[in-house]
């Protein structure tokens, strides 16, 4: 298990810049074949992946919310971030990070991190 941890400021209000950095322990981001992602999930509701940082240095995004997202990496301190701007109340939700490994960056492997709760106030 490679142990995942969220943070980033949860109480925004609308047109607002989320920003979440998850820390990584256990493992490098640049592990070969390693995706490194991020995810929201509205409780009792499907997830929706948002995007991922490839070991390599490429990113890639859900195309409904490319837009407005940005994921970055800092290699020496083994964090990958990820930036939403413009919030609405209906981005909402739980976010997490989460790896996988190998050919489908969908394919987490668990545990994900902890999960922080982000709120968007109109």
């Known amino acids: 298990q490679v142990p995942l941890q969220e943070s980033g400021r949860g109480l925004l209000k609308s047109s607002q810049t989320l920003s979440l950095t998850c820390t990584v322990s256990?493992?490098?981001?640049?592990?070969?074949?390693?995706?490194w992602s991020w995810i929201r999930q509205p409780p009792g509701k499907t997830p929706e992946w948002i995007g991922a940082?490839?070991?390599?240095?490429?990113?890639y995004y859900n195309p409904s919310l490319q837009r407005r997202t940005s994921i970055s990496r800092v290699t020496s301190k083994n964090q990958f971030s990820h930036q939403l701007s413009a919030v609405t109340p209906e981005d909402t939700d739980i976010y997490y990070c989460?790896?996988?490994?190998?050919?489908?960056?969908?394919?987490?492997?668990?545990?994900w991190g902890h999960g922080t709760q982000v709120t968007a106030s109109s």
């Open positions: 256990g493992d490098s981001i640049t592990t070969t074949n390693s995706y």
């Open positions: 940082s490839h070991y390599a240095g490429n990113y």
């Open positions: 989460a790896i996988s490994y190998g050919g489908d960056l969908h394919d987490f492997c668990a545990p």
